[in-house]
């Protein structure tokens, strides 16, 4: 496949004894939203931590464009541009809302700063318009911005989003989706994690349906909608 981007195969990980990832294959394509899907417990913050290199995998492979990376170091995951913007968004309270944009760029994207950092301006005006304030102070919405915002500017070719609508008002959530199309839009490639499910079939290429480690099902939304026992044991429809 020659726009194969990201090809995950037979991945496991856990935490010391526990396994929690059990032998999962999922692969993303260049310029592709792809979903992950699932409950809580599911697996899917550790299947996202394992190939940001912050979990350790314990067998099976990952490629990154063509790039063997499932034992990398995270700072060489980061380097290759597979970049995470983590579920709590996670964003440093004490620094300012420029400083922490300052920091996506700390490994990659340091020569395009400059320009990356109007984009993030384009797509968040508000970040723009609070660059001094300390990120603790924004609200939940603006602090799920920054952070989105840190992670372009590493110049991402793959961005992680890991519940990127937990905790955000319903009008907040369809503006959230909406940026991600746009994202999509301009050349990006998403792996979207949600347990949004509806909004993020709408706006998905493909999915993936995860449960105890493992990957169930998978397909074109239209396909996952169209079959009942999989949207009531899985989907919550």
């Known amino acids: 496949m020659a726009d194969l981007l990201l090809d995950v195969k037979a991945l496991t990980a856990g935490y010391g004894a526990v396994q929690v ?28 931590n394992t190939l940001s290199g912050v979990v350790n995998a314990t067998g099976g492979s990952v490629t990154f464009e063509g790039r ?32 922490n944009l300052e920091l996506g760029a700390y490994r990659r994207g340091k020569a395009n700063k400059k320009a990356n950092l109007e984009r993030v301006y384009r797509l968040f005006p508000r970040m723009q318009e609070r660059l001094a304030q300390k990120a603790g102070t924004l609200s939940g919405g603006e602090q799920q911005m920054l952070a989105i915002g840190r992670g372009l500017m590493a110049e991402p070719k793959l961005l992680i989003l890991d519940e990127p609508s937990l905790g955000l008002s319903p009008k907040l959530v369809e503006e959230m989706f909406a940026m991600i199309q746009q994202l999509n839009s301009e050349g990006l490639t998403i792996l979207l994690v949600e347990q949004n499910v509806g909004q993020s079939l709408e706006i998905a290429h493909r999915a993936y349906v995860m449960e105890q480690g493992a990957i169930q099902f998978s397909g074109r939304p239209d396909e996952l909608l169209a079959n009942p026992a999989l949207k009531r044991a899985y989907l919550g429809m």
Not at 31 to 43: D, M, P, R, W
Not at 89 to 99: A, G, H, Q, Y
Request: glycine content about 12%; hydrophobic content about 45%.
């Open 68 to 99: 063997a990376i499932a034992r990398a170091p995270h700072t060489a995951i980061v380097d290759a541009g597979l970049i995470q913007v983590p579920e709590g968004r996670r964003v440093f309270p004490n620094l300012s809302v420029l400083e």
């Open 21 to 48: 990832l059990r032998g999962l294959d999922l692969q993303i394509r260049a310029g592709e939203i792809v979903a992950l899907l699932g409950s809580n417990g599911a697996g899917k913050s550790t299947f996202n």
